[in-house]
């Protein structure tokens, strides 16, 4: 899976990882993409602990950093793409697969995603496994 840089405004990015390919799952109009953001770990932050990360995880990663899983989303994949093209999104080097099942496995645990999430996750997986 690729992470990439977004940034909402251009003195900002944050890290996100794409956890599923494109995929068509019941109740979505086009083909969507399930997206996470890291945030660093400061003292004092109240941190969810299914996925932490240490530098070196990813080159972006230079610092402890946390899955936000409540904030996790379901991207339209034609967005991403206007957006890869726009230079809105910075895409960068892949994550290593065993950090995306570190993450993937946070995903499931953490009691701060979303059930629609997991439920977009899962069917994700299905349609994958099964393809």
Same mark, same amino acid.
């Not at 690729?2 to 109009?29: E, I, M």
């Not at 299914?50 to 936000?68: E, F, K, M, N, W």
């Given at each position: 899976?690729?992470?990439?840089?977004?940034?909402?405004?251009?003195?900002?990015?944050?890290?996100?990882?794409?956890?599923?390919?494109?995929?068509?799952?019941?109740?979505?109009?086009?083909?969507?993409?399930?997206?996470?953001?890291?945030?660093?770990?400061? !003292?004092?932050?109240?941190?969810?602990?299914?996925? +932490? /990360?240490? #530098?070196?995880?990813?080159?972006? $990663?230079? %610092?402890?950093?946390?899955?936000?899983?409540?904030?996790?989303?379901?991207?339209?994949?034609?967005?991403?793409? !206007?957006?890869?093209?726009?230079?809105?999104?910075? +895409? /960068?080097? #892949?994550?290593?697969?065993?950090? $995306?099942? %570190?993450?993937?496995?946070?995903?499931?645990?953490?009691?701060?995603?979303?059930?629609?999430?997991?439920?977009?996750?899962?069917?994700?997986?299905?349609?994958?496994?099964?393809?």
């Amino acid at each position: 899976m690729d992470a990439y840089a977004a940034s909402r405004n251009n003195s900002l990015k944050h890290l996100f990882v794409a956890l599923t390919d494109p995929v068509s799952v019941a109740g979505y109009p086009s083909p969507c993409v399930l997206l996470v953001n890291l945030s660093s770990i400061y !003292e004092g932050r109240d941190v969810d602990g299914a996925c +932490v /990360l240490q #530098p070196g995880d990813h080159s972006r $990663i230079t %610092r402890p950093s946390y899955v936000v899983y409540e904030v996790a989303r379901i991207d339209h994949a034609d967005a991403l793409v !206007e957006d890869v093209e726009s230079g809105r999104i910075e +895409v /960068l080097e #892949p994550v290593a697969l065993y950090v $995306i099942d %570190r993450i993937c496995a946070g995903l499931e645990a953490s009691p701060n995603t979303p059930e629609e999430i997991k439920l977009f996750y899962r069917e994700a997986e299905r349609l994958r496994l099964t393809s």
